[in-house]
Antibody, heavy 116, light 112 residues
């Protein structure tokens, strides 16, 4: 069965950094584009970032709200996808979900809270 | 950005009733490959979202055929026949045709 398991969330102060991770299993990870999607408390879903596969040069795409501050990456040898979040803002507080291409599969999420 | 307008924002239904949710996009969702990347997701209370339908009308594995998706270009509909208690939650439409990918605001399906 497909599994996506996020980790690394926590409480950080504004302007700090945090890196969250997602471990994938049950499908051919190296063939799949991967995304991060977030959901602020009580709000809807917001797509954050996408990373393509090796044949597509691991091309990355970002929402304007995080461009220049967040970096998505992947390690196909470990079936892992990461989100490096720098210069965090209070408005980045959300549950962060790892999802596979076209939102086919979702993890359980990891909560990131940015507060002083 | 492509704006996804979902209506209604909420629905109260009785078990066994049928309901429809509308999703309209501000631009055509037909991609250059001819496919339409419009999907429907369900987020049950306290859970992660789960995709039910992909590319307008294709049911994901394990999704009962009480669910159906129709539409084209900019106008899409999710229909749920014979609603069951496990169908309750928030339904989202989502597009992966244009960057940035965007979601509808959600339709909350509740028991009457």
């Amino acid at each position: 069965a497909v599994q996506l398991v996020e980790s690394g969330g926590g409480l950080v102060q504004p302007k700090e950094s945090l890196k969250i991770s997602c471990a994938a299993s049950g499908f051919t990870f190296s063939n799949a584009a991967m995304y991060w999607v977030r959901q602020a408390p009580g709000k809807g879903l917001e797509w954050v970032a996408r990373i393509r596969t090796k044949p597509n040069n691991y091309a990355t795409y970002y929402a304007d709200s995080v461009k220049g501050r967040f970096t998505i990456s992947r390690d196909d040898s470990k079936s892992m996808v990461y989100l490096q979040m720098d210069n965090l803002k209070t408005e980045d507080t959300a549950m962060y979900y790892c999802t596979s291409s076209h939102f086919a599969y979702w993890g359980q999420g990891t909560l990131v809270t940015v507060s002083s | 950005d492509v704006v996804m307008t979902q209506t209604p924002p909420s629905l109260s239904v009785a078990i066994g009733q049928s309901v429809s949710i509308s999703c309209k996009s501000s631009q055509s969702l037909v991609y250059s490959d001819g496919k339409t990347y419009l999907h429907w997701l369900l987020q049950s209370s306290g859970r992660s979202p789960k995709r039910l339908i992909y590319q307008v009308s294709n049911l994901d594995s394990g999704v009962p055929d009480r669910f159906s998706g129709t539409g084209s270009q900019k106008d899409f509909t999710l229909k749920i026949s014979r609603v069951e208690a496990k169908d309750l939650g928030v339904y989202y439409c989502a597009q992966t045709t244009h960057f940035p990918y965007t979601f509808g605001a959600g339709t909350k399906l509740e028991l009457k």
